[in-house]
């Protein structure tokens, strides 16, 4: 008997099982409370206190706000990568190409999710690999096509200075800011602001995810020109 194909529930349910595992972590500000310590006896007149019992005070850390455009209603893109569905805020959107417009030159040695260079308002823009940057390593894992078999669109963030290679753009959202799930820490995936599952996606930060290439890139030692060519140095 043949097993039944995977149902729109069964998938949605995977897909919240996955923006769960990405909320989920531990602050570091957050811990049992410690039973109450004695205080040590006072030293003695002129006699300087020993090191261990001077107490230090824990440095606080408080909870990552939303970012400036989250703190009001705010539209977002919906995209899509490898099965995931992303929001990039609208404030944050340069705009989108399709994959066919302008040829992606790759690079010489290119770390695997640098995907290359692409003309866009008269720049050389470096393109990346959504999924390879976001997706954990399981599921990287099975990604059976290229980015250059799946893509069909380059989602431009910022001023235009990255394209994210994505499977396909979908619809634009308006969100309040208390329909998102924010996240409170941001000490690891700093891109990921936080997730609506309503819609099932996560929200990008793109200023972040902006820092995270250039230190990939910086990292690898890649550097191109306006003109299109680039080198590893």
Do not use: K, N
Not at 92 to 100: D, K, P, R, T, Y
């Amino acid at each position: 008997m043949s097993r039944p194909a995977p149902t729109l529930v069964d998938e949605r349910q995977a897909l919240d099982l996955y923006l769960e595992a990405l909320l989920r972590e531990v602050p570091e500000s957050v811990a049992e409370p410690s039973p109450p310590v004695p205080a040590p006896a006072a030293p003695a007149r002129d006699t300087p206190a020993p090191a261990s019992t001077v107490a230090t005070a824990p440095a606080s850390q408080e909870a990552a706000p939303p970012p400036d455009w989250g703190r009001r209603r705010f539209q977002a893109m919906l995209f899509r990568t490898a099965g995931l569905t992303l929001a990039v805020p609208l404030a944050e959107l340069s705009g989108v190409q399709e994959w066919a417009a302008s040829p992606v030159t790759p690079l010489p040695r290119h770390v695997d999710w640098f995907l290359g260079l692409v003309r866009y308002r008269g720049r050389s823009v470096p393109v990346v690999d959504t999924a390879l940057l976001v997706l954990p390593q399981e599921r990287r894992a099975r990604l059976s096509t290229t980015a250059a078999e799946r893509s069909t669109r380059i989602v431009f963030i910022g001023e235009g200075d990255w394209g994210l290679a994505c499977d396909d753009v979908a619809e634009v959202i308006t969100l309040e800011p208390d329909q998102v799930r924010w996240r409170t820490s941001r000490t690891s995936r700093s891109w990921l602001a936080g997730t609506v599952i309503q819609h099932m996606c996560a929200i990008i930060e793109p200023a972040a995810f902006a820092r995270l290439l250039a230190a990939g890139v910086s990292h690898a030692g890649l550097a191109w020109s306006e003109e299109g060519t680039g080198e590893l140095s």
